[in-house]
């Protein structure tokens, strides 16, 4: 037996001989030959007791990136609006009970379609008065225009003819009366008979012949005058009768789709009452209605990218083309916490750009007010 030269090499031998064996020694990663490749690292070796703890790690920095991020970021500001189009209330100037409502609800109807028939009689018997009276005014003022009938002014000089004979039977009658009454052959009762009588003959003269120059003559200016303006009131009390039928017949004013039908066949309806409401689609916009301080940012003009949820969120440009103060009844917020002063509200008007055929009044539209930009 070969005994250590020097004092490590026994210290050695002797430190390898009293060293309990490893039962990890037999196993295949401890030869060169058949486990690890000779010459690998110890770090690799110890590499699967520290993977954990570096996916830990970035787990922990990835949480709270996150939550640094989602607390210095700005949150959203969502305005709701709503889509709104023009509508028109169609309402009667005449009362009467409906006759005929040949539209539905949800009908598209071209300008001048019928919305409704409005049946009233007392209306109608007005009508035919109106015309009744008129023609008799045109008859009138078509007889004075004509003038006076020749038979009339014949009839009219044999009065006077006859009346003058009278006067000159009573000028002789008082002649010899009054002859007889100068020598008192005659009683002056008589003398007063007479000269009466000459009297009213000569007065039945002045009227005939007044009768005759009327009947010649015709009729004066005036009673012209009166009878065109006969037939003038006759013809607007007529235009009047009329208007109100017309009236009884109920237009739509233009393209239009009925949005409502308020009245249905039989019901009694009043001047004033809404009949039909009807909307036109081809005149629709946004409306949002903003606080003071965000209206500050825009201006008429401004594009800007609505969702529309009823449309699965589709987004549409719009442009601004109104913005206008509400009333003082509008919400408002004080823009101080002393309530100094108070932030208005403002309606906003917004047109989409191009037409949307599907969309439709009282659909919600939703704009992310800081990402509009």
Same mark, same amino acid.
């Given at each position: 037996m070969?005994m $250590?030269?020097?004092?490590t090499?026994?210290? /050695?031998?002797s /430190?390898a001989r009293n060293?309990?064996?490893?039962?990890r020694?037999?196993?295949?990663? !401890?030869?060169? @030959?058949?486990?690890t490749?000779?010459?690998l690292? #110890?770090?690799?070796?110890?590499?699967p007791?520290?993977?954990?703890s570096i996916i =830990?790690?970035?787990?922990?920095?990835a =949480?709270?990136? %996150?939550?640094?991020?989602?607390l210095?970021?700005?949150?959203p500001l969502l305005v709701?609006?709503?889509?709104d189009?023009?509508?028109y209330d169609?309402?009667?100037? +005449?009362?009467g009970?409906?006759g005929?409502? $040949? =539209?539905?609800r949800?009908q598209?109807v071209?300008?001048?379609a019928v %919305?409704v028939?409005?049946?009233?009689?007392?209306?109608i018997?007005?009508?035919q008065?109106?015309?009744?009276?008129r023609? +008799?005014a045109e008859?009138?003022?078509?007889?004075?225009k004509?003038?006076?009938r020749?038979?009339v002014?014949?009839?009219?000089k044999a009065e006077l003819?006859r009346a003058?004979a009278?006067?000159?039977?009573?000028?002789k009658?008082y002649?010899?009366?009054?002859?007889l009454a100068a020598h008192?052959?005659?009683?002056?009762a008589?003398?007063?008979?007479?000269?009466?009588s %000459?009297?009213?003959s000569q007065r039945?003269?002045?009227?005939?012949k007044?009768?005759?120059?009327?009947a010649?003559?015709?009729?004066?200016?005036?009673?012209?005058e009166?009878a065109?303006?006969?037939?003038? #009131?006759a013809?607007a009390?007529i235009k009047?009768?009329?208007a109100?039928?017309?009236?009884?017949v109920?237009?739509?004013?233009v393209?239009?789709?009925?949005y409502q039908r308020n009245?249905? $066949?039989g019901e009694?309806?009043?001047?004033? +009452?809404?009949?039909v409401?009807?909307?036109?689609?081809?005149?629709?916009?946004?409306?949002?209605d903003?606080r003071? @301080?965000?209206?500050?940012?825009i201006?008429?003009?401004?594009r !800007?990218d609505?969702r529309? $949820?009823?449309?699965?969120?589709r987004?549409?440009?719009?442009e601004?083309k109104?913005?206008a103060?509400?009333g003082?009844?509008?919400?408002w917020?004080a823009?101080?916490?002393?309530?100094? !002063?108070?932030l *208005?509200? !403002?309606s906003?008007r917004?047109?989409p750009v191009?037409? =949307?055929p599907?969309? *439709?009044?009282?659909m919600?539209?939703?704009?992310d007010? *800081?990402a509009?930009e």
């Open positions: 070969t $250590p030269t020097d004092k090499e026994a210290a /050695s031998t /430190s060293k309990p064996p490893d039962p020694a037999d196993t295949p990663e !401890f030869h060169g @030959d058949i486990g490749p000779r010459g690292s #110890k770090k690799w070796a110890h590499s007791t520290r993977l954990p =830990v790690g970035v787990v922990i920095a =949480v709270a990136g %996150l939550s640094i991020w989602y210095v970021r700005p949150q709701q609006g709503e889509v189009a023009t509508r169609i309402a009667a100037r +005449v009362d009970r409906v005929e409502v $040949p =539209v539905e949800g598209n071209a300008a001048g %919305l028939r409005i049946d009233n009689p007392e209306t018997a007005q009508n008065q109106s015309l009744a009276a023609i +008799v008859a009138q003022l078509a007889n004075i004509v003038g006076t020749a038979e002014i014949a009839q009219r003819e003058q009278s006067v000159v039977l009573a000028q009658t002649d010899r009366i009054s002859q008192g052959n005659a009683p002056i008589q003398l007063d008979q007479v000269t009466d %000459l009297h009213e039945a003269v002045d009227q005939a007044s009768a005759y120059d009327q010649v003559n015709g009729y004066t200016k005036e009673e012209h009166i065109q303006a006969n037939v003038g #009131k013809i009390d009047a009768v009329q109100t039928l017309d009236q009884m109920v237009y739509a004013p393209a239009s789709q009925v009245v249905e $066949p009694y309806v009043s001047p004033g +009452v809404p009949l409401t009807l909307i036109d689609l081809n005149d629709m916009w946004v409306h949002f903003l003071e @301080d965000l209206v500050k940012t201006k008429v003009g401004d !800007f609505v529309i $949820p009823a449309l699965g969120d987004r549409i440009t719009v601004v109104l913005i103060t509400k003082e009844y509008a919400s917020r823009t101080r916490a002393t309530g100094d !002063f108070d *208005r509200t !403002f906003i917004a047109y191009d037409k =949307v599907e969309l *439709r009044p009282g919600s539209a939703y704009l007010w *800081r509009r």
